[in-house]
């Protein structure tokens, strides 16, 4: 059961910094040459920050999907899946394809299916909301330094 269980584990773990890990290869393609000369906000974090910051949020939500599995939550699987591709969509649009207007909708919809997830989670067990409230913090946070740049570019 252990050998299951750990499987389980690090195929969450897999596939949630997978997806980290595609995000910062796009985001590499425009950091220096392009989002260097974009107007920010002043209270824009440095960029060492975003790095530390995403590795603890990954493994907030690969756990989340672990416990997910342990729990038999399987209603929520949708919606964890939809931030999932929201997450990685926001990072293509962004930084990849350089679009800030298309990477500031994506956003409100990732905050959405976070959220979503969030309150269709404490019906499940209250650790999924807890364990997400981060990243929900994040995305909030994130959201709005992508309208500022929006708004000053």
């Known amino acids: 059961m252990f050998i299951k269980k750990l499987t389980v584990f690090l195929f969450f773990v897999g596939v949630v910094y997978g997806i980290g890990a595609l995000g910062a290869y796009m985001t590499d393609l425009s950091l220096m040459n392009w989002y260097q000369g974009l107007a920010k906000p002043d209270w824009t974090p440095p960029d060492w920050l975003f790095g530390p910051v995403w590795m603890l949020l990954y493994f907030l939500i690969a756990l989340t999907?672990?416990?997910?599995?342990?729990?038999?939550?399987?209603?929520?699987?949708?919606?964890?899946?939809?931030?999932?591709?929201?997450?990685c969509l926001w990072t293509f649009l962004f930084f990849a394809l350089r679009q800030p207007l298309a990477a500031g909708i994506d956003i409100l919809l990732l905050?959405?299916?976070?959220?979503?997830?969030?309150?269709?989670?404490?019906?499940?067990?209250?650790?999924?909301?807890w364990l997400f409230v981060p990243y929900f913090l994040w995305i909030t946070y994130a959201a709005a330094i992508n309208w500022a740049i929006i708004l000053k570019n």
């Open 65 to 87: 999907g672990f416990l997910m599995w342990k729990s038999h939550a399987t209603g929520l699987y949708g919606f964890y899946a939809a931030q999932l591709i929201f997450n």
């Open 111 to 129: 905050w959405f299916f976070v959220l979503l997830f969030m309150y269709k989670a404490w019906r499940y067990k209250k650790i999924f909301t």
